[in-house]
T-cell receptor, first 116, second 116 residues
Framework: AQKVTQAQTEISVVEKEDVTLDCVYE???????LFWYKQPPSGELVFLIR??????QNEISGRYSWNFQKSTSSFNFTITASQVVDSAVYFCALSGSNFGNEKLTFGTGTRLTIIP | GAVVSQHPSWVICKSGTSVKIECRSL??????MFWYRQFPKQSLMLMAT?????????EQGVEKDKFLINHASLTLSTLTVTSAHPEDSSFYIC????????????FGPGTRLTVT
């Protein structure tokens, strides 16, 4: 069975601070995908990143960066110089990579509040 | 980019009535669509996976007779909540997997259902 744990339920930081959202996963699959989604108050999920289990390189996209460590089954997300618009609920998710095993298992989410 | 729409975006219905929610892939063909439910301040829980032209596969604990899913074409899946009760009030989100791609899911904007 797949499982995604986001231990941080809520985080509040002052604007311009850096913040890291933790994600730990469990899977028996040898190949899988990891995702991060942002859910603003409107409710619509915004795709942020997909990472293949074969690719352990860290990724940076503007103020966002992701640290994938297979050895610790973690896929953490860092926002640098946070902004008020970053306030949202962030979900980490996991899926298998084979046809028929592509359903997403979501973590419980981390509610991030950026204080102006 | 791939766009998924949902209709209606919100609906209020009386207890005992049925309500249908549509999920459409607007610019791609979706072999598989997924239906999720999200209660307030909770994570997304997969309800069922629907494949075009075949019966949906429901997750454990989801009543198939209550949540009827039809995936009649490569661009449309519908979720009908039958004999709705106040506890069915939730945010329902669909996603669609593009034909030929095993890992990419595109999410709709969600439908907020309130049963009075």
């Amino acid at each position: 069975a797949q499982k995604v744990t986001q231990a941080q339920t809520e985080i509040s930081v002052v604007e311009k601070e850096d913040v890291t959202l933790d994600c730990v996963y469990e899977t028996r699959d040898t190949t899988y995908y990891l995702f991060w989604y942002k859910q603003p108050p409107s409710g619509e999920l915004v795709f942020l990143i997909r990472r293949n289990s074969f690719d352990e390189q860290n990724e940076i996209s503007g103020r966002y960066s992701w640290n994938f460590q297979k050895s610790t089954s973690s896929f953490n997300f860092t926002i640098t110089a946070s902004q008020v618009v970053d306030s949202a609920v962030y979900f980490c998710a996991l899926s298998g990579s084979n046809f028929g095993n592509e359903k997403l298992t979501f973590g419980t989410g981390t509610r991030l509040t950026i204080i102006p | 980019g791939a766009v998924v729409s949902q209709h209606p975006s919100w609906v209020i219905c009386k207890s005992g009535t049925s309500v249908k929610i549509e999920c459409r892939s607007l610019d791609f063909q979706a072999t598989t669509m997924f239906w999720y439910r999200q209660f307030p301040k909770q994570s997304l829980m997969l309800m069922a996976t629907s494949n075009e032209g075949s019966k949906a596969t429901y997750e454990q604990g989801v009543e198939k007779d209550k949540f009827l899913i039809n995936h009649a074409s490569l661009t449309l899946s519908t979720l009908t909540v039958t004999s709705a009760h106040p506890e069915d009030s939730s945010f329902y989100i669909c996603s669609a997997r593009e034909q030929g791609y095993s890992y990419e899911q595109y999410f709709g904007p969600g439908t907020r259902l309130t049963v009075t």
